[in-house]
Nanobody, 115 residues
Framework: QVQLVESGGGLVQAGGSLRLSCAAS????????LAWYRQTPGKQREMVAS???????NYADSVKGRFTIFRDNTKNTVDLQMNSLKPEDTAVYFC?????????WGQGTQVTVSS
């Protein structure tokens, strides 16, 4: 199974920006889906942004126009650029990969947006 390690989380003021990065232990070239999810206590994990192998991207309505998902096949990373952050974006963010029918998840990175 592929190991995914997130980085880039932290504390930021509302209106600020953060860039999350997810490093994979093996190539992401053959991945069908790369995505970022987030979860807050007591709530289900929700999809924030996804990127399909054909280049199609999908974003949660709450982040459209503010977040962008990127992939770098040479570095085996998938990043999430988050701009105009809001307190409601506070959550643990998880990286996700679907490759050859196998799902992989990272351990998560905390993002806290102060008002």
């Amino acid at each position: 199974q592929v190991q995914l390690v997130e980085s880039g989380g932290g504390l930021v003021q509302a209106g600020g920006s953060l860039r999350l990065s997810c490093a994979a232990s093996s190539t992401i070239y053959w991945s069908k889906t790369l995505a970022w999810y987030r979860q807050t206590p007591g709530k289900q994990r929700e999809m924030v942004a996804s990127l399909q192998s054909d280049g199609y991207t999908n974003y949660a309505d709450s982040v459209k126009g503010r977040f962008t998902i990127f992939r770098d096949n040479t570095k085996n990373t998938v990043d999430l650029q988050m701009n105009s952050l809001k307190p409601e974006d506070t959550a643990v963010y998880f990286c996700y990969m679907l490759k050859w029918g196998t799902e992989s998840w990272g351990q998560g990175t905390q993002v806290t947006v102060s008002s």
